[in-house]
């Protein structure tokens, strides 16, 4: 089992950058895949960006490809979401996910879960 707790969140104006982190236990964090999803009000959880168990392939959105940098160190159990040039339609709780499966961008692929961190952008 893996524990994951994120943290980074707040708010920010539009225009303004945001780094989320997501930290995890246990000695197999190499052996997930690692995702970013979001769910605004109202709406369907959606993937945002996810990187691969070695950290050499990541995989985005094509809503935030040009805006979000995803990351990750394996020696310190840790997944990072950089979120540049944000919207207001970036607002949402942000989750952190793992995997044990190759890349993919379904939530239902997903085995563990962070409880989340609110991403607010304001016009």
């Known amino acids: 089992q893996v524990q994951l707790v994120e943290s980074g969140g707040g708010l920010v104006q539009a225009g303004g950058s945001l780094s989320l982190s997501c930290a995890a236990s246990?000695?197999?964090?190499?052996?997930?895949?690692m995702g970013w999803f979001r769910q605004a009000p109202g709406k369907e959880r959606e993937f945002v960006a996810g990187?691969?168990?070695?950290?050499?392939?990541?995989f985005y959105a094509d809503s935030v490809k040009a805006r979000c940098t995803i990351s990750r160190d394996n020696a310190q159990n840790t997944v990072f979401l950089q979120m540049n040039s944000l919207k207001p339609e970036d607002t949402a709780v942000y989750y952190c996910?793992?995997?044990?499966?190759?890349?993919?961008?379904?939530?239902?692929?997903?085995?563990?879960w962070g409880q989340g961190t609110q991403v607010t952008v304001s016009s």
């Open positions: 246990g000695r197999t964090f190499s052996s997930y895949t």
């Open positions: 990187i691969s168990k070695t950290g050499g392939r990541p």
């Open positions: 996910a793992a995997s044990i499966w190759l890349s993919n961008t379904s939530d239902r692929m997903y085995d563990y």
